[in-house]
């Protein structure tokens, strides 16, 4: 399978748009969002939502595509 099939095929399970994961993600870490993507994590896709908090520090939160759900924040070193 092609780039561009895997890809087609990742992007029809995912039924939570973007901007959905981003604000599920903001209602658990305040900050700045610097980067949004879909991405692959442990052979499960995952919203990958990477803030800037109030104290300067990087924090990934990863969001379920499919309910939105918060899986996991976890701070940057």
């Given at each position: 399978m092609g780039f561009?099939?895997?890809e087609h095929k990742a992007m029809k399970q995912?039924?939570?748009p973007m901007i959905q994961a981003i604000e599920a993600a903001k209602a658990v870490v305040s900050g700045?969002?610097?980067k949004?993507?879909?991405?692959?994590?442990?052979?499960?896709?995952?919203?990958?939502i990477k803030f800037?908090?109030?104290k300067g520090d990087e924090t990934k939160v990863l969001v379920d595509?499919?309910?939105s759900k918060v899986l996991k924040v976890e701070?940057?070193?």
């Open positions: 561009f099939e895997s995912v039924k939570v700045q969002v610097v949004a993507k879909l991405e692959e994590e442990d052979d499960y896709l995952v919203y990958e800037i908090t109030p595509p499919v309910t701070k940057e070193d």
